[in-house]
């Protein structure tokens, strides 16, 4: 790590930089809604001097964001949220060419990892953007003398939302945050459409298999898993979906999938696909049931969804990667394959999500960091969904940069919808 330059910094080869702005460029001519608030953060700097930790997919979607907020007048320091996810050449761009400091190594170690979140958190940020909780947890369980330091935060991902709102219920949390995921035009459209052809391009730029007449389970039928399904049933493979929760179940089958469990589907599938956020989703019965040739990835948040310990033990040390991205795992009499070590694969082995579809998650991350930079003292330390208004203003913008227009209701329907008193 250097601090030597005009601010600190740890990635790979800042001589990426070019590559990376190239990039970050090209990403930007898909982000008309996020561009709209860049230019008014320009004039308004609703953010003056707020200082805001951030840690997220260094991603040229995600470098736009932090352009945005520098826009805004944040002071906005980034760290990786997850070790596999990050662009180094996005890395190198955000320090050397947009002054964000930024820690983040594609492949870094777990202690590496830590040291990085840390260096965000020794900047004292006021305001934490996080993708997974990471900082916050952090900030919570071994920093608690900075927590009040903070105003409020924003999450990005369902398994952060989910570990936010457990600390809410515990009484643990110390400030307010609030729930980028919850926005319609977050998980309807990043989760569903964005992780479904993202995962489907990570695991074909890893695996370069046929996908059409392939038996591709996925685990979890939630946002992630139904846009998963979708994309590969479009691509002619034949889709099983297994759930432990009884409507989404429902709903797979009624639209087309078979539902199985684990255990069935273990010895069914060609390609296993986790999108569940729980853990050990397949396990050592699950891999010992799976036909040689099987291929798993994940593309929940953590690669704790696959018992990968298990996994190793069956291998008793017979790994070895067979392609970039790729590891066979001889279990004597068969092989199973795992994509990106486990880690979200639409991240990991490919690009993340196009840029059109992160437009709209980043600009609900940056009118929520305008929202508590402006709300902070009115807010519970609890965790608050992006309120209603920034949605719809998130949807409108969209519409409107897409040149499509929207039917208005006649002051009749707006009337009738209004009533009560109108019967058959
Ligand atoms: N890869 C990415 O870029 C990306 C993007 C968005 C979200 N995510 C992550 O993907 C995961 C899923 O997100 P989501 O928005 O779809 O969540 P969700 O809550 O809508 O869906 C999760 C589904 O998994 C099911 N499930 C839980 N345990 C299961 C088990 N043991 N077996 C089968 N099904 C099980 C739940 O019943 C639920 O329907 C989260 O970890 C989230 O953070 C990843």
Known sequence: MTSTSAHAHDVTDLGLAAEGVRRIEWAEREM???????????????????????????????????????????????????????KDDVAAALVSEYGIPTFARRGEDRDTYYAHLNAVADTHPQLTMD???????????????????????????????????????????????????????????????????????????ASNILLAGRKVVVAGYGWVGRGIASRMAGLGAHVAVVEVDPVRALEALMDGYAVLTHTEAAAWGDLFVTATGNLNVFRREHFEAMRDGAIMANSGHFDAELDLPALQALAEGHVREVRENVQEFDLGGKKLHLIAEGRLVNLSAAEGHPASVMDMSFANQALSAEYVAAHHADLEPKVYVVPEAIDTEVARLKLAALGIELEPMTPEQADYVASWQHGT
């Open 32 to 86: 008309p809604v996020l561009r709209l608030i860049r230019e008014r953060f320009e004039r308004d700097r609703p953010l003056d001097g707020l200082r805001i930790g951030a840690c997220l997919h260094v991603t040229t979607e995600t470098a736009n964001l932090m352009r945005t907020l520098k826009a805004g007048g944040a002071q906005v320091v980034l760290a990786a949220s997850n070790p596999l996810s990050t």
């Open 131 to 205: 993708d997974g909780c990471d900082l916050v947890s952090l900030l919570h369980s071994e920093r608690p003398e900075q927590v009040k330091e903070v105003l409020a935060g924003t999450e990005e991902t369902t398994t952060g939302v989910i570990r936010l709102k457990a600390m809410a219920a515990d009484g643990a949390l110390g400030f307010p945050v609030i729930a980028v995921n919850e926005a319609q035009t977050k998980h309807l459209f990043d989760n569903r459409y964005g992780t479904g052809q993202s995962t489907v391009d990570g695991i074909l730029r």
